[in-house]
């Protein structure tokens, strides 16, 4: 009864409060991640009133099947924006900018901190601080989806967007497992090449591979039903298998092997839109039935953030700090990298600022670097970090795409069409 309640609050609330954000022009994600919070333990939590809000962290982590199967889903609906089409068109393009402006923002961010370490080795470790680099790479793909679909916004720069986006994870994975398995080495005194180089790349090789073979094998069961229904129902059940199958870990020859959530959904999407000529009407209906798993996953989301960091002053020390150089790195590198392969100004100019918001995926990182003798500070960092670009991201991602022409302005609200700009009025 108690977690019904909760999630009924936290969808209810998270919707009404949506409709205090729009009259501040704010992203509904905000109005979501703020609804976490105040539902959270250290809101309404911490009045310990039965069911009214989450009372402790461990109870918003007894929800987490639900943010992993919104991820999931999210990860299915950007791998439908790889069609072949606009991979002629964009492809070398978002390689080239996924990969580049995720590979400065890791080395700007290395810099500062170890520049931090050597200044004062006892504020920040060596190993911390190469670890705390490469999450830096990670955007989060679900905040920036959400404001694009919210806003109906379209145009060059939202297209590499969802692409640079998918492309930033699986380089932040690869960034992550190298910088990990360094800060590891650098704690015991011997450098693995099977976990620096071997176990990221055998699960990325994993991951695409399940995820092919679930998109394949979605396709040929779709094609027995005709209903939309049960197209529908077929779509979702596969969505949530390939979740299930990704969270299986193993060893072969003492390798540890692995898949990535984000790759496996992400490429069965793919495979899918690409041989499936119904493949866009269909996931139009998935996405109507995603709205609230979506909402339920941003206001967990703010509900788990740990507002005790804000009391920890080192914390907020090397947080400011991470927070500027990865601010920087980003905007940098994707400046550097779009003017590189000579994309329009308007995208060299703000997908930098698109690329902002960081959540689910760098905390999924953290919680892996724990294992670190300084591990638990690395954790308060992207804590912190999470709670600044996640409240911040959306609104500058929302800003950005009205700057560049690709969000145009709200005339009466539809839900199941573009809205038309509101016209000018007329002088008597």
């Not at 379209?154 to 986006?165: I, Q």
């Not at 967990?300 to 790195?329: F, M, T």
């Not at 994707?334 to 902002?356: D, E, H, M, Q, V």
Request: proline share 3%; aromatic share 6%.
């Amino acid at each position: 009864m108690q977690i019904l309640i909760q999630l009924s609050l936290s969808l209810v609330g998270g919707l009404l409060m949506s409709r205090l954000a729009k009259k501040l022009s704010l992203p509904a994600v905000t109005a979501y991640l703020v609804t976490g919070l105040l539902l959270g333990p250290y809101c309404l939590g911490a009045l310990n009133l039965m069911s009214l809000g989450f009372q402790s962290l461990e109870e918003v982590a007894a929800l987490d099947l639900i943010s992993q199967v919104a991820l999931g889903f999210i990860a299915f609906t950007i791998g439908n924006e790889f069609r072949l089409e606009q991979l002629k068109h964009m492809g070398k393009q978002a390689i080239t900018v996924g990969i580049l402006q995720a590979v400065a923002t890791t080395v700007l961010v290395d810099a500062a901190l170890i520049a931090l370490h050597l200044m004062n080795p006892e504020l920040i470790s060596l190993g911390a601080a190469v670890t705390l680099g490469a999450i830096a790479a990670a955007t989060a793909p679900a905040a920036t989806l959400m404001v694009v679909r919210q806003y109906k916004a379209d145009g060059p720069l939202t297209k590499l967007l969802l692409l640079v986006v998918a492309i930033d994870d699986a380089v932040g994975l690869i960034l992550f497992s190298a910088s990990f398995g360094v800060a590891s080495a650098l704690e015991s005194g011997t450098i693995s090449a099977v976990t620096v180089v071997v176990e990221p790349l055998v699960e990325i090789l994993l991951s695409l591979l399940l995820g092919s073979f679930a998109g394949w094998v979605l396709f040929r069961v779709e094609k027995y039903f005709h209903s939309r229904s049960k197209r529908l129902s077929i779509s979702i059940g596969f969505v949530l298998l390939t979740v299930g199958l990704s969270m299986a870990e193993f060893e072969v020859g003492g390798i540890h092997c692995g898949f990535s959530l984000l790759l496996v959904c992400m490429m069965t999407g793919t495979i899918f839109c690409n041989i499936c000529d119904f493949s866009e009407e269909l996931m139009s209906r998935v996405d109507g039935w995603t709205a609230p798993l979506f909402v339920l996953f941003f206001v967990l989301s703010g509900a788990e953030l740990d507002l005790k960091i804000l009391s920890n002053p080192l914390a907020l020390l090397i947080g400011a700090v991470y927070i500027a150089a990865r601010s920087l790195g980003k905007y940098l590198g994707a400046c550097g990298s779009c003017a590189l392969t000579r994309c329009a100004p308007n995208i060299t100019k703000y997908l930098g600022i698109t690329l902002l918001p960081q959540a689910g995926v760098a905390l999924g990182m953290a919680l892996t670097a724990q294992q670190l003798s300084d591990g638990q500070m690395v954790r308060n960092v992207v804590l912190f970090s999470v709670l600044v670009y996640e409240l911040v991201g959306p609104a500058l991602t929302k800003r950005a795409l009205i700057a560049a022409g690709e969000i145009q302005s709200e005339g009466r609200t539809s839900a199941r069409r573009k809205n038309p700009p509101k016209a000018p009025l007329r002088r008597l």
